[in-house]
C-alpha cells in the first residue's frame, strides 16, 4: 500500500525525481483510478506538488508526504488538504447550511447514502473522477472520516474536513455529553409555548440543567459562562433555533447504528 515510507528507496527522508514519478503514478491511480491519460495525470501531479511542496524544492519531503497519506488509501486527500488551505473561513452558518443541505432526514448524522451525495459533490469542487458505485470508495471515505467508528459521519467529523472558524470546534467539543433525548426534554421544559426558540436571557439555564443530565460531572459556572459567550458569538448574538442548536450540543446517533448498517449491507 502507499503509507509514509512508500517510494524512498534510499531511505535520505524525501523522494526525489523517479521515486517521486512512481510514487505519485500510484497515487493517481489510488485516487483517480488506473484509466487516467497523462493530460489528467499531469493536472492531478501540479496540484498535489503545489499543495504539499511547502519550500518548493521539487521533492516530497517524508514531512511533507504525511499530511496527504494518513490512511492506505486517502481518495479525499486534494480536497481535505486544500480545505485547510484556501485561506477563508467558513463561518459556523455557512458550515450549518451545508449540513443541512446533505443530511437530507434532518437526523442529525450523514448516512451512506447522503454521505455519498456529499462526497460526489467534494469530487466534483476538485475535479476528480471517482467511481462512486464503488463500494470500497465509500468504505474508504468512513474509514477516513468516521473517527469514533459508528458507522455515520458526525456533525462533527464533517466539521474536521471544513476550514470552520475556530470558536465552532470550541463550541463542538462537549456535544457528546448530551444525548439528543436530553436536550429536548430539557428544551421543552423551558421553551413553554413550544416556539422552537431559545432567547440568549435563557441559554445560561438551559446550559446548567443540559449539564444535569450528563453521567460525566457538571459543569462549572465558567465553563457555562464560556460555552454561552461561544454559542452568541456562533449566532452572532440572536437567538437560537432548537435544531441548530441541538446539532451543536447534543449527539443525535442511535447506539445501534453500526449494526443496523451491517444488517443492512
Same mark, same amino acid.
Given at each position: 500500500?502507499?503509507?509514509?515510507?512508500?517510494?524512498?528507496?534510499?531511505?535520505?527522508?524525501?523522494? %526525489?525525481?523517479?521515486?517521486? %514519478?512512481?510514487?505519485?503514478?500510484?497515487?493517481?491511480?489510488?485516487?483517480?483510478?488506473?484509466?487516467?491519460?497523462?493530460?489528467?495525470?499531469?493536472?492531478?501531479?501540479?496540484?498535489?506538488?503545489?499543495?504539499?511542496?511547502?519550500?518548493? #524544492?521539487?521533492?516530497? %519531503?517524508?514531512?511533507?508526504?504525511?499530511?496527504?497519506i494518513p490512511t492506505e488509501e486517502n481518495f479525499l486527500?486534494?480536497?481535505?488538504?486544500?480545505?485547510?488551505? $484556501? !485561506?477563508?473561513?467558513?463561518?459556523?452558518?455557512?458550515?450549518?447550511?451545508?449540513?443541512?443541505?446533505?443530511?437530507?432526514?434532518?437526523? !442529525?448524522?450523514?448516512?451512506?447514502?447522503?454521505?455519498?451525495?456529499? $462526497?460526489?459533490?467534494?469530487?466534483?469542487v476538485n475535479s476528480l473522477?471517482?467511481?462512486?458505485?464503488?463500494?470500497?470508495?465509500?468504505?474508504?471515505?468512513? =474509514?477516513?472520516?468516521?473517527?469514533?467508528?459508528?458507522?455515520?459521519?458526525?456533525?462533527? %467529523? $464533517?466539521?474536521?474536513?471544513?476550514?470552520?472558524?475556530?470558536?465552532?470546534?470550541?463550541?463542538?467539543?462537549? =456535544?457528546?455529553?448530551?444525548?439528543?433525548? #436530553?436536550?429536548? =426534554?430539557?428544551?421543552?421544559?423551558?421553551?413553554?409555548? !413550544?416556539?422552537?426558540? $431559545?432567547?440568549?436571557?435563557?441559554?445560561?439555564?438551559?446550559?446548567?440543567?443540559?449539564?444535569?443530565?450528563?453521567?460525566?460531572?457538571?459543569?462549572?459556572?465558567?465553563?457555562?459562562?464560556?460555552?454561552?459567550?461561544?454559542?452568541?458569538?456562533?449566532?452572532?448574538?440572536?437567538?437560537?433555533?432548537?435544531?441548530?442548536?441541538?446539532?451543536?450540543?447534543?449527539?443525535?446517533?442511535?447506539?445501534?447504528?453500526?449494526?443496523?448498517?451491517?444488517?443492512?449491507?
Amino acid at each position: 500500500g502507499i503509507n509514509a515510507e512508500y517510494g524512498d528507496k534510499d531511505q535520505n527522508g524525501f523522494l %526525489e525525481t523517479a521515486e517521486l %514519478e512512481q510514487f505519485l503514478r500510484d497515487l493517481t491511480e489510488v485516487t483517480l483510478g488506473e484509466e487516467v491519460d497523462e493530460a489528467e495525470y499531469e493536472k492531478f501531479k501540479c496540484k498535489i506538488m503545489s499543495l504539499i511542496d511547502d519550500n518548493q #524544492n521539487g521533492k516530497l %519531503e517524508a514531512k511533507e508526504l504525511s499530511k496527504i497519506i494518513p490512511t492506505e488509501e486517502n481518495f479525499l486527500l486534494v480536497y481535505s488538504i486544500q480545505a485547510q488551505q $484556501m !485561506g477563508a473561513q467558513l463561518s459556523s452558518q455557512d458550515f450549518l447550511e451545508i449540513w443541512c443541505h446533505y443530511d437530507k432526514d434532518s437526523s !442529525g448524522y450523514l448516512d451512506f447514502t447522503e454521505a455519498k451525495d456529499f $462526497m460526489r459533490d467534494m469530487m466534483k469542487v476538485n475535479s476528480l473522477k471517482v467511481d462512486l458505485n464503488n463500494v470500497t470508495y465509500l468504505d474508504t471515505f468512513f =474509514r477516513t472520516f468516521d473517527t469514533d467508528d459508528n458507522g455515520v459521519i458526525e456533525l462533527d %467529523e $464533517m466539521a474536521s474536513i471544513f476550514p470552520v472558524e475556530e470558536k465552532f470546534h470550541n463550541a463542538l467539543k462537549l =456535544r457528546k455529553r448530551f444525548t439528543k433525548e #436530553n436536550f429536548d =426534554r430539557v428544551f421543552d421544559s423551558l421553551d413553554k409555548e !413550544g416556539t422552537g426558540i $431559545m432567547t440568549v436571557k435563557q441559554l445560561p439555564k438551559f446550559v446548567s440543567d443540559l449539564s444535569k443530565t450528563s453521567k460525566q460531572r457538571k459543569l462549572t459556572d465558567k465553563e457555562i459562562s464560556n460555552i454561552c459567550a461561544r454559542l452568541v458569538q456562533i449566532f452572532n448574538y440572536k437567538d437560537f433555533k432548537r435544531t441548530e442548536l441541538s446539532l451543536i450540543l447534543s449527539s443525535h446517533c442511535p447506539k445501534n447504528i453500526k449494526a443496523k448498517r451491517k444488517t443492512d449491507a
